[in-house]
């Protein structure tokens, strides 16, 4: 590869010296140089300007000025980095000193001037500028560069302290030079450095580690950190130089990433478990229905004062208790269809009372206060248990040495209610419900957390769906949360539904007294579970209904097919192999478009809604039901226009 060719300008205003130098280069094997003569000051500074040479030879006598005012110039006012030789016929120890201050390059005697000497000179000197750029090019990289660079000698004294190192830290080099590497370190993890470094000395090793140092305001910061030998000009280790990057914001998400995975295994896991309760919720119930139903009927065969009334009623409270629950069962596996309607959370807390005595302790005094004019909401009656549920067992949990759990329900008006949006709603009136404990509190960072999912404060036992599922309930229903809470005084949960001003919740009627109607319509009875069905038809066919039947989806529409009159309902279970209840309702409705429907079931997976919300023109019964209302709710569905 040819060498590329060294540009130079000779300012020399004596022509013959200028020709000498000429011939001494063209003599050089070693390299190719092409010179250039500026004979004055003025014609110097003008080629300088034009920054086209690599080196500058300058004779010390220039006419009136001297060579040494050249070099002044060029270095000071014009900035020039390019070396610049100075050439002389005579020595002067003062002008030399001033040189050498001004950074000339070199000093050659025109009288002892040969092709090796300029050559040598000249390489010398650009060598020395190209070390010099490459050595100032990686300091400013150093002292530039975002990771912390740092030096340290064999005590371990800080030496050498980069801007990066300023900038994480916070210390300046003249707070930190001087000071010990092992004051940055945490305490509990100083021995383990301590090894590093002996290592790093001892075995020449470049070892990597990350660890925690302590930053000029006293806050912690994660470092990886690189720690490399640094040996001297006779190879030997003279300190240790360590490179450290932040990486606190990475273990943060590292360890954010790792919580998330953590509780969306255990969200996998309930949502697991939601599946088995609502396969088990489906198969318990159609028991309690085979089991209700034949109590219904001896009942109805014994005498009016036999003896065996009081073990049947028995029996029938537990079917009713064990129906609750199931129920109870889909409200924790998050499995249970939206039905809203008007609730009075008066009714809902008396019910879940007994609930709340098994759940929480005896050291826990539980307090009920009613305001016995509550207004009505809308919403689903399953959902509010799952809120209040939710709430009562995170006071409790609140609580381990015991406390008070108060639970308050009012009317209150809007402008009572300044932190409330009302909106959304034309409602003037609210229901307030309130959850207060006597417990251990929160801290405004755990507050502003609470209702995030996933996000929990109970380590392994808390999934972080709880609260979460309660704010996204309250706000589908219009409602809305807030949360006041006190480190070791206790939490207020209060809760706001507009009241509904159309309609009013009663309590669910009393068994009514007055005779079923008769019915004459057909109906078809689609149930895949034998012993059910059979109860089904035995009912219907009792109150004069016409009943035809079949065990699966497949075997109904068969039956509606063939039959030649008309089939005024359909009664249909929602789970069914082969075809769903909707699919054969919609089947049904292609032949039979006037055809009514009622489903029944025990758990709905999501057959009839898919956003978990039930339409108002759907009917459904939950299994188990009395027969007696059964058969009044097909009354009415049949009477409806």
């Not at 994480?168 to 993890?189: C, P, R, T, W, Y």
Request: with cysteine.
């Amino acid at each position: 590869m040819t060498k590329k060719t060294v540009r130079i300008l000779v300012v020399e205003d004596n022509l013959e010296d200028f020709e000498i130098l000429r011939i001494l280069f063209s003599r050089v094997k070693h390299g190719r140089y092409e010179l250039k003569n500026a004979t004055s000051f003025s014609e110097a500074l003008e080629e300088l300007r034009r920054g086209e040479h690599d080196a500058y030879l300058v004779d010390y006598k220039l006419g009136a000025v001297s060579g040494l005012e050249f070099l002044r110039r060029a270095v000071q006012q014009e900035k020039c980095e390019e070396p610049i030789i100075l050439l002389t016929r005579f020595g002067d120890y003062e002008l030399d000193i001033e040189a050498m201050s001004l950074r000339a390059a070199d000093f050659l005697n025109k009288n002892k001037l040969d092709s090796e000497v300029l050559e040598r000179s000249v390489r010398y000197a650009l060598d020395r500028k190209n070390a010099e750029e490459a050595q100032s090019q990686l300091t400013a990289i150093l002292e530039q560069s975002a990771v912390a660079i740092v030096g340290f000698n064999l005590e371990g004294k800080i030496t050498n302290w980069n801007q990066g190192a300023e900038n994480m830290f916070g210390f300046s080099i003249n707070e930190i030079k001087n000071q010990s590497a092992f004051s940055l370190v945490v305490a509990d993890q100083m021995t383990e450095i301590r090894n590093l470094w002996n290592k790093t000395i001892e075995m020449e090793e470049v070892l990597n580690h990350e660890e925690t140092w302590v930053k000029k305001n006293g806050d912690h910061i994660h470092v990886s950190i690189t720690l490399s030998p640094i040996k001297n000009r006779i190879n030997k280790i003279a300190g240790v130089s360590v490179i450290a990057r932040d990486i606190t914001y990475r273990k943060q998400v590292q360890a954010t990433l790792q919580k998330q995975e953590e509780q969306i295994r255990l969200s996998e896991k309930m949502d697991a478990i939601g599946r088995l309760a609502g396969g088990v919720a489906h198969d318990f119930n159609n028991l309690l229905s085979v089991i209700g139903g034949n109590i219904e009927f001896l009942l109805d065969n014994l005498e009016k004062d036999s003896a065996q009334k009081e073990e049947l009623f028995e029996i029938q409270k537990a079917v009713r208790q064990g129906a609750e629950l199931t129920k109870q069962l889909l409200v924790f596996g998050q499995k249970q269809v939206s039905q809203p309607q008007a609730v009075n959370l008066n009714e809902i807390c008396g019910e879940m009372h007994k609930m709340f005595k098994r759940l929480i302790d005896a050291s826990i005094e539980l307090s009920i206060t009613n305001n016995s004019e509550l207004k009505s909401i809308y919403i689903d009656p399953g959902q509010i248990q799952q809120v209040i549920l939710n709430l009562v067992l995170n006071a409790r949990d609140a609580m381990p040495k015991g406390g008070r759990l108060i639970i308050e329900s009012k009317n209150v008006q809007v402008g009572e209610l300044e932190q409330v949006q009302v909106e959304e709603t034309a409602s003037r009136t609210y229901v307030h419900l309130s959850v207060t404990d006597t417990g251990t509190g929160m801290t405004p960072e755990v507050k502003d957390h609470i209702f995030e999912p996933f996000f929990t404060t109970k380590a392994e036992k808390g999934t972080g769906l709880g609260l979460a599922s309660v704010y996204a309930i309250v706000k589908k229903w219009n409602g809305s949360i807030f949360v006041n809470s006190t480190p070791d005084v206790g939490t207020t949960f209060s809760l706001f539904f507009p009241a509904s001003e159309l309609i009013e919740s009663s309590k669910a009627n009393p068994k009514q007294q007055t005779l079923i109607p008769m019915g004459f319509e057909t109906l078809l009875v689609a149930e895949d579970e034998e012993s059910v069905r059979k109860i089904l038809v035995r009912v219907l066919e009792k109150y004069g209904y016409r009943v035809l039947q079949a065990g699966h989806g497949a075997e109904a529409v068969q039956k509606a097919s063939e039959y030649q009159d008309e089939i005024d309902l359909l009664l249909t279970d929602t789970i069914m192999p082969k075809m769903n209840g909707k699919e054969l309702a919609d089947e049904l409705r292609k032949f039979r478009p006037k055809i009514k429907v009622i489903f029944i079931s025990g758990y709905t997976e999501e057959v009839l809604s898919e956003q978990g919300i039930l339409d108002s023109n759907i009917h459904l019964i939950q299994k188990p039901f009395e027969l007696d209302f059964l058969v009044r709710e097909i009354r009415k569905v049949l009477d409806e226009k």
